[in-house]
T-cell receptor
Framework: QKEVEQDPGPLSVPEGAIVSLNCTYSNSAFQYFMWYRQYSRKGPELLMYTYSSGNKEDGRFTAQVDKSSKYISLFIRDSQPSDSATYLCAMSSYNQGGKLIFGQGTELSVKP | DTAVSQTPKYLVTQMGNDKSIKCEQNLGHDTMYWYKQDSKKFLKIMFSYNNKELIINETVPNRFSPKSPDKAHLNLHINSLELGDSAVYFC?????????????FGSGTRLTVV
């Protein structure tokens, strides 16, 4: 069993839809939770960063962490064609030298 | 100005060859990483250097050898390439090992072994 599980999709939605992306994990030591966005043929770029449990909002993006359920989510409101990319969740624990454990990534396509 | 740059972007080579990938960052970061992304987009850490010192060395065949001549550069040398080495290799950097995910990635080197 992988430490971090993420539905690879692909996920296709119409423009303007609300998108929900999720990851589950097994390691209770994880304290830092991230969402990276990766466009085709590009490197991942950090989109959202959350420490421990709770919500964080940035424009159309909301990240949620539920440590009790070992479950994290990314919500995208009013999705745009420019949001079409692969979304990777990533996690780390304290004092691991910056080592990130990634989910497999969910490929999202937003249709105009 | 590219923050984390890798060369080459594409590399096609035959089995058994030796090849190197270079990475440079101009962000002034102390820590650099190599990640491997397989055909299913699964991204996994290989190595990490902090100020030229190796701090993470995952279970990677010893045909892979990283080298950091200074804290702005981290190169990856691969000996005796195998078909299974075909993947996209990403270099990344962060302010320090404790940055906990605040990483900047390069655009990747797509390696194809034939």
């Amino acid at each position: 069993q992988k430490e971090v599980e993420q539905d690879p999709g692909p996920l296709s939605v119409p423009e303007g839809a609300i998108v929900s992306l999720n990851c589950t994990y097994s390691n209770s030591a994880f304290q830092y939770f991230m969402w990276y966005r990766q466009y085709s043929r590009k490197g991942p770029e950090l989109l959202m960063y959350t420490y421990s449990s709770g919500n964080k909002e940035d424009g159309r993006f909301t990240a949620q962490v539920d440590k009790s359920s070992k479950y994290i989510s990314l919500f995208i409101r009013d999705s745009q064609p420019s949001d079409s990319a692969t979304y990777l969740c990533a996690m780390s624990s304290y004092n691991q030298g910056g080592k990130l454990i990634f989910g497999q990534g969910t490929e999202l396509s937003v249709k105009p | 100005d590219t923050a984390v740059s890798q060369t080459p972007k594409y590399l096609v080579t035959q089995m058994g060859n030796d090849k190197s990938i270079k990475c440079e960052q101009n962000l002034g970061h102390d820590t650099m990483y190599w990640y491997k992304q397989d055909s299913k987009k699964f991204l996994k850490i290989m190595f990490s250097y902090n100020n030229k010192e190796l701090i993470i060395n995952e279970t990677v065949p010893n045909r892979f050898s990283p080298k950091s001549p200074d804290k702005a550069h981290l190169n990856l040398h691969i000996n005796s390439l195998e078909l299974g080495d075909s993947a996209v290799y990403f270099c990344a950097s962060s302010q320090d090992p404790g940055a906990q995910g605040w990483m900047t990635f390069g655009s990747g080197t797509r390696l194809t072994v034939v």
